[in-house]
């Protein structure tokens, strides 16, 4: 198998998106990533981080693409989680990302960092590093109108995302 093969089989499966760190543990040096920049088969969207051509684009792409740009540890945070599952309506200029660390690098406009240290309310939504739905939803209360994050917790609760006393319970929190 080629190393452009083995960042296809990588990207395939992580929305189109290889970092250079993924690369470098495959074996693939920067002047070859630099190469297949060159000759179309990658584009580069940021710094380290890179997308094949031949990938379809789906609605969560932006989402995985976000976090991919904030670098190692980072992950989607309160509103953007809300937005991935369209729990209720949010500024789709947006996009919120949280993170244990300081980013140095220079994020796209609209792109909002959230440092926080030892953050235990993290999981994995379709492969993508996020705030759990009822930290995200807890996160957006005084941000968000609070019949707008009742309407997301009943909605969570109708996709499965919340069980029904976690659901009760947030609705009275948002409803304050």
């Known amino acids: ?12 499966d992580n929305y189109g998106i290889v970092t250079r760190d993924e690369a470098a543990r495959m074996g693939v040096s920067d002047k070859e990533l630099s190469r297949f920049t060159s000759d179309g088969r990658l584009t580069r969207i940021g710094r380290g981080v890179y997308r094949i051509k031949h990938h379809v ?5 932006p989402y995985a693409e976000s976090v991919a740009l904030a670098g190692p540890g980072a992950y989607l945070y309160g509103e953007s989680v809300l937005a991935m599952f369209a729990l209720c309506p949010t ?8 993170t244990p660390r300081r980013i140095r690098r220079k994020l796209p406009e609209g792109m909002k960092v959230v440092q926080r240290k030892g953050a235990k309310d993290v999981t994995e939504y379709e492969g993508i590093p996020s705030q759990t739905v009822v930290a995200a939803i807890s996160s957006c209360v005084g941000k968000i109108m609070p019949d707008r994050l009742q309407e997301a917790v009943w909605e969570a609760r109708r996709q499965g995302l919340l069980g029904k006393d976690e659901a009760e319970k947030l609705d009275r929190e948002v409803s304050i």
């Open 1 to 12: 198998m080629s190393k452009y093969e083995e960042i296809y089989e990588v990207a395939a």
């Open 57 to 61: 684009p789906g609605n969560l792409d």
């Open 91 to 98: 500024n789709p200029a947006k996009m919120y990302i949280g």
